[in-house]
Nanobody, 124 residues
Framework: QVQLVESGGGLVQAGDSLRLSCAGF????????VAWFRQAPGKEREFVAT????????YYADSVKGRFTISRDNAKKAVYLQMNSLKPEDTAVYYC?????????????????WGQGTQVTVSS
């Protein structure tokens, strides 16, 4: 399995932007599909976005489509989540997760590797 470490969270105002990073540790990072999930207090962890191993294909939750962009740099073993036009409802702990393949990419149970999470708070 690959080890993941998130960074870049913080407190911002509505309408601001934030960029999250997910650093991967392991020689095979470039083989993994990597996703971002988020979990707000009292809610289930939900899918946000995912990117396939090559970076050629991405998928987004409807709630973030057009505002968030997922990207990766396999040479740096990193995946990024650029978040624009942030809303208070985007407030959550954001996690990156990794798996082999793209099957059932929105299902959190299908990802065996997880980071520790980074807090994003958007004030109104």
């Amino acid at each position: 399995q690959v080890q993941l470490v998130e960074s870049g969270g913080g407190l911002v105002q509505a309408g601001d932007s934030l960029r999250l990073s997910c650093a991967g540790f392991g020689s095979t990072f470039s083989l993994y599909t990597v996703a971002w999930f988020r979990q707000a207090p009292g809610k289930e962890r939900e899918f946000v976005a995912t990117i396939v191993s090559s970076g050629s294909t991405t998928y987004y939750a409807d709630s973030v489509k057009g505002r968030f962009t997922i990207s990766r740099d396999n040479a740096k073993k990193a995946v990024y989540l650029q978040m624009n036009s942030l809303k208070p409802e985007d407030t959550a702990v954001y996690y990156c997760a990794a798996k082999i393949g793209i099957y059932r990419y929105t299902l959190k149970e299908s990802y065996p590797s997880w980071g520790q999470g980074t807090q994003v708070t958007v004030s109104s």
